[in-house]
């Protein structure tokens, strides 16, 4: 049995995350050892404890430490609004912009037939239902401008047609091809601002 060193397996698990390859995980890893009592111990530690006590929003698909997220248990938040998201990524740049008051709908990410994700893979169904039983008067699409976000947001305003809600989309300050999370806060607000009704 072979021995795998702890530091390769970590350089090697740092490099598959988002913005990290091997020379900036190894960068990442010894500045953490030189630094082990005051940040790596409490990195870890910190980890640790998200995986143990962080979970989905049952409600939006939000992170939280609780079933129901601190943005569906605030009763200050717009009931009657709800802004579809792909990611919680998206979710925390809306709230960094301070842009919108409403609750959220977190799809899980966006249709792709390359990638084999349909609509059911996504949690469209639920937006669905919790839209036709709900209170909602408006249903904000924030999709990226993206081909797969706008196939997405397109496949949801079709299947909210039967319900009577006003189904809107971001617009003027999104890119073609811009994510959410990469947007700064002023281009937010303009494209939520900026929002229109979807057009058959």
């Known amino acids: 049995m072979s ?43 910190d980890m640790a404890d998200v995986a143990r006590h962080v979970r989905a929003c049952a409600e939006c698909g939000n992170f939280d430490t609780d079933d129901t997220c601190r943005i569906c248990r605030n009763p200050d938040r717009d009931q009657t609004r709800i802004c579809v998201v792909e990611d919680v990524a998206d979710l ?22 390359i990638d084999g994700i349909g609509p059911d893979q996504l949690r469209i169904n639920y937006l669905v239902e919790k839209v036709t039983n709900g209170s909602v008067a408006e249903v904000i699409l924030a999709t990226s401008a993206t081909v797969d976000g706008q196939t ?39 494209a939520m601002r900026a929002r229109r009704q979807i057009d058959d």
């Open 92 to 113: 925390w740049a809306m709230e960094r912009a301070g842009v919108f008051s409403g609750r959220y709908h977190v799809l899980g990410g966006v249709m792709s037939a």
């Open 3 to 45: 021995f795998v060193n702890p530091l390769d397996q970590l350089i090697r698990r740092l490099a598959r995350l988002p913005g990290f390859g091997t020379r900036s995980a190894r960068r990442a890893v010894l500045h953490l050892m030189k630094n082990r009592d005051s940040l790596m111990l409490p990195l870890a530690n």
């Open 152 to 190: 997405t947001g397109h496949y949801i305003a079709e299947k909210l047609e039967a319900v009577k809600v006003n189904v809107t989309r971001l617009a003027h300050g999104v890119p073609v091809g811009g994510e959410l999370d990469y947007l700064d806060d002023g281009t937010l607000a303009q």
